[in-house]
């Protein structure tokens, strides 16, 4: 029971990060129409930074701001000088024009860090574990990372639902002439939402950083699982990528720790443990396969 | 009447010509508005009187010809740089922001200038009716609530000049005298407007002087005692 | 009768040159190149499948990694258990003869390919993008996790397939054969978009409502043609692991699902033919700067990147001055 618990955690933990991932690039998504890889470099610049800078100044908040702060200024000029030439381009030219980027940001990466992984530790006043429900220890760290996650959920719902830019943001995915139309530079609106969505994955890389191994490629995986996220969840819609991230991350770290055992019930160990490792690595495509059945657009739809 | 050669011109199109690929919409186009007039852009349906809007918006490009607004060349500036100049525009076919409540639709694209300015609270006393689904979403609005948001929504911006494209197509006609009345109180207001509408007898009471277009060319100009004098104008051009 | 226009000569000449080359290659003593150049063959395949769905149905699968990688292991799994005499799933024996590797290849292909079109092709635009992506990375992670056959280091083979007649294990003779399977899968491609089908295809491409509105639903069609486009890529997958004796989870890899359209654009969407001139660039570039630098993937980030957007056309349109 115990053990489930802390895997549900897990799992929880999980879909945040894909929750910070997803949510950007859904954004980008439903207002530019803009479908973009290199989203994940991005997760993965962010981490390099943490970790480079965590080690320098010795405080892993100081890194997890340097990295915001270059993902920021990195966002403005990817967006400045190739993503505004994208978005009335067909599909295949923005996926090709980012498929680009990632291979620039990976060999940049390998240039500048070398290919070891790099590690971060754990900062030291989260280190501990906090007893869930009176019984076993769950690491305080993945503990924040929720609570950090939701945090950005609220203030992504409060942005988008009650500024300004929010509204103009909303407005800009029906109708993007009539905005301008009204005197408003949708340009600039466009460079800082992409810019945003740019800070939200470096943000996820570093936090992923003390968890899983600071490597180039690290971002490609995960942002496939994005991509499977906004899929389900509608593409365009923040609350679907919230659920629907949730739901991705839970299936998945549940699916990996229990399918084994199941199959291990009724099969020889190893066999057991093969299959239902298989379709553990498999589960979250295969939900995926099975909504898209039903509900080819996805769960929810527009913000 | 007398006045109007001392007014200080507010809008001038001159020599404007437009074309979408190879085919040519407008040919020589020259119009005017006056400040605190309303003039209007008259003609039968896919003549060019949108494709003139458009064009003055910057929504679409011309290849020859110049517009003046506010003393200032706007015409190879970019949309948002023309509106935020002082032109405030409604849309053929409304065109509000259906993911946004009425509330929404009026402030994210609001701005407020030094003197007089439209808020919120007057375009509901203009519009009571907005007022009552303020909280409702544009998609749920009838055809004239949507009217009166769009008309709302670019007063916000508090224009130098209104431009409206067919602000009463599709309307019923309490509805649209609802329009009317708006728009002789934005004229008592001093409230400059370009406008194109197909009801012409009742913008004959309203407005000060009239363009008429076909084919993408001015044919005729002048104010509603000429053009209530002239039925032949009126049968030649605008007759359907 | 084929007319002899530019773009007709610049076919027959490539042609001619392909034919010519192992002895020409030969007689200067650069047989290395053989391989090589079968490699862009085998390219040239997945291009021109991968152009039939992307140029005839303008959708852009961003999967078929997952086509040429199943293709691969399905041959490579097949002969490596006809080589340690093992049942294959404890089901059935395995052989390493190419007329049985290959085509069961292509029809695990074909099946997997009916599956990823039910469910992708109802979906179209930058849905059907990520899904093709997410059902490719599917299949990724179902073959590596399956650690009898080399899970993420792949699986080594005993030689290449049997075929009779022909030494597959004589580089030169496997390049001709190669070439057979492109110029076959070429001109099968070619019937296929000039038959009604392909129309219909071409007009689902354009305006898919009024096709629907006169009773015809393109869905059938098109995942027809999803399913040919993944027997190609199927094939080239076979090929591929019979050239390199080994198959690699790399096969299966999205980063070369991304590789196959860089040359689906090099060569010019929709042109087919432009699928071979787009692997020999991609390839060639790749053979040249690698030879330069360990970091010649940069070089192609950057040139890709400015190639979209200065917006160039194809290759093959460039010297055959056809528009695509
Ligand atoms: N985007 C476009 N591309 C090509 N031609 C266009 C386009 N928009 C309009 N046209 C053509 O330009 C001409 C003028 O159109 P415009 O919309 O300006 O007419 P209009 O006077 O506003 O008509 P209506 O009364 O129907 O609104 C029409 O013949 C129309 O077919
Ligand atoms: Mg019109």
Redesign the interface.
């Known amino acids: 029971m115990i053990l489930l618990l802390e895997q549900l955690f897990n799992g929880l933990q999980l879909g945040v990060t894909l929750f910070l991932l997803a949510s950007g690039l859904t954004l980008v998504?439903g207002i530019m129409g803009l479908?973009n890889l290199s989203h994940g470099s991005l997760y993965m610049v962010g981490a390099y930074i943490t970790a480079t800078v965590t080690q320098y100044s010795g405080s892993f908040f100081i890194g997890l701001c340097a990295a915001i702060v270059t993902a920021a200024i990195l966002g403005v000029i990817i967006e400045y000088l190739?993503m505004r030439?994208?978005y009335h381009?067909d599909?295949?030219?923005q996926?090709?024009?980012t498929?680009?980027?990632?291979?620039?940001f990976?060999?940049?990466v390998?240039?500048i860090w070398g290919s070891q992984p790099l590690y971060i530790n754990i900062p030291p006043s989260l280190d501990f574990t906090v007893k869930l429900f009176g019984q076993a220890g769950y690491p305080a760290y993945r503990l924040a990372i929720i609570a950090l996650g939701i945090f950005i959920l609220l203030i992504l719902y409060l942005f988008i639902f009650y500024s300004?830019i929010g509204?103009?943001t909303?407005?800009g995915?029906?109708?993007r002439?009539?905005?301008?139309?009204?005197?408003?530079?949708?340009n600039k609106l466009y460079t800082g939402i992409f810019a945003f969505g740019a800070v939200l994955s470096a943000l996820a890389g570093g936090l992923a950083g003390p968890i899983y191994a600071v490597e180039i490629g690290m971002g490609?995986?995960v942002l496939?699982l994005a991509?499977?996220v906004?899929?389900i969840g509608g593409?365009g819609s923040i609350k679907g990528s919230f659920i629907s991230a949730l739901v991705i991350g839970i299936v998945d770290t549940l699916g990996r720790a229990y399918l084994p055992q199941f199959f291990k019930t009724f099969m020889s160990a190893s066999d057991g443990a093969?299959v239902g490792?298989?379709l553990a690595?498999?589960a979250i495509?295969?939900l995926?396969?099975v909504i898209?059945?039903f509900k080819?657009?996805g769960l929810f739809t527009?913000? | 009447m007398k006045m109007r050669a001392s007014q200080a011109m507010m809008l001038e199109v001159r020599h404007l010509s437009v074309c979408y690929g190879l085919s040519q919409i407008l040919e020589d186009v020259a119009l005017s508005v006056n400040k605190a007039d309303i003039v209007t852009l008259l003609g039968r349906n896919g003549m060019g009187k949108t494709t003139t809007l458009k064009t003055i918006?910057?929504?679409a490009r011309s290849h020859r010809g110049e517009i003046i607004f506010d003393n200032q060349r706007i015409d190879q500036l970019?949309?948002?740089?023309i509106?935020?100049m002082g032109i405030?525009?409604v849309?053929e076919g409304r065109?509000i922001?259906?993911?946004?409540t009425v509330r929404?639709?009026l402030?994210?694209?609001c701005?407020s200038e030094l003197g007089q300015s439209w808020h919120e609270q007057e375009i509901y006393s203009l519009f009571p009716r907005l007022a009552e689904r303020k909280h409702n979403m544009g998609a749920q609005l009838s055809g004239g609530e949507q009217q009166m948001l769009a008309i709302g929504?670019?007063l916000m911006?508090n224009p130098k000049l209104l431009i409206l494209d067919e602000a009463t197509e599709g309307l019923a006609p309490l509805l649209r005298q609802e329009i009317w009345r708006c728009l002789e109180k934005l004229k008592s207001l001093n409230q400059s407007i370009l406008i194109v509408d197909k009801n012409i007898n009742d913008l004959l009471n309203i407005a000060d002087l009239h363009f008429i277009i076909e084919k993408g060319q001015i044919v005729w100009q002048g104010d509603s005692d000429q053009l209530k004098k002239s039925k032949t104008v009126i049968n030649k051009h605008l007759a359907i | 009768m084929i007319s002899l226009n530019r773009s007709n000569c610049v076919i027959i000449v490539t042609f001619i040159a392909l034919l010519a080359l192992p002895p020409v290659l030969a007689s200067i003593g650069e047989s290395y190149y053989i391989s090589i150049v079968t490699k862009i063959l085998i390219y040239a395949l997945v291009g021109v499948s991968l152009d039939l769905i992307?140029g005839q149905a303008g959708l852009?699968s961003?999967g078929h990694a997952a086509f040429f990688g199943m293709g691969a292991y399905v041959c490579g799994v097949l002969s490596h258990h006809g080589s340690n005499g093992l049942l294959v799933f404890y089901l059935f024996p395995g052989t390493s003869n190419a007329l049985l590797t290959w085509p069961i290849a292509v029809i695990v292909c074909m099946l997997l390919g009916l599956l990823v079109g039910i469910?992708s092709l109802?979906?179209a635009?930058?849905?059907f993008?990520?899904?093709t992506?997410?059902?490719a990375?599917?299949v990724y992670?179902?073959i590596i996790?399956?650690?009898q056959y080399g899970g993420e280091d792949g699986l080594g083979l005993y030689g290449r397939n049997e075929l009779a007649g022909v030494d597959l294990n004589d580089d030169t003779q496997f390049y001709y054969v190669c070439l057979l399977c492109l110029v076959f899968y070429l001109a099968g491609s070619i019937k296929l978009t000039r038959s009604s089908l392909g129309l219909i295809i071409k007009a689902a491409k354009f305006n898919q409502q009024r096709l629907v509105a006169l009773g015809i639903s393109p869905f059938k069609y098109q995942l027809l043609i999803f399913v040919f486009s993944a027997a190609g890529a199927g094939l080239a997958g076979a090929l591929m692991a019979n050239l390199t004796q080994y198959v690699s989870p790399d096969y299966l890899h999205?980063n070369l699902s991304?590789k196959f359209?860089?040359i689906v654009?090099l060569g010019g969407?929709g042109s087919l033919f432009g699928g071979f001139y787009g692997a020999l660039i991609l390839l060639g570039l790749e053979e040249v700067l690698s030879s330069y630098t360990d970091?010649w993937?940069?070089v192609?980030?950057?040139?890709?990147?400015i190639?979209?957007?200065t917006?160039r056309q194809g290759f093959y349109a460039s010297i055959t001055g056809k528009k695509t």
């Open positions: 998504f479908i190739i030439h994208l381009r599909h295949l030219y996926v090709l024009a498929f680009g980027l990632i291979l620039f990976n060999e940049s390998q240039m300004k509204m103009l909303r407005a995915s029906s109708n002439e009539m905005v301008q139309a009204l005197g408003v530079n949708i490609e995986s496939i991509f499977v906004i899929v593409i093969a490792g298989s690595s498999i495509y295969l995926m396969a898209l059945v080819p657009k527009r913000l | 918006m910057g929504l970019p949309s948002w740089k509106a935020q405030g525009y849309p065109q922001f259906p993911n946004l929404e639709n402030i994210a694209t701005r929504r670019a911006t | 992307i852009v961003f469910i109802r979906t635009g930058v849905y993008i990520m899904i992506l997410a059902l990375q599917m992670f179902l996790s399956i650690p999205w991304g359209l860089i654009i969407i970091h993937h940069f192609v980030g950057v040139i890709l990147i190639m979209v957007l917006s």
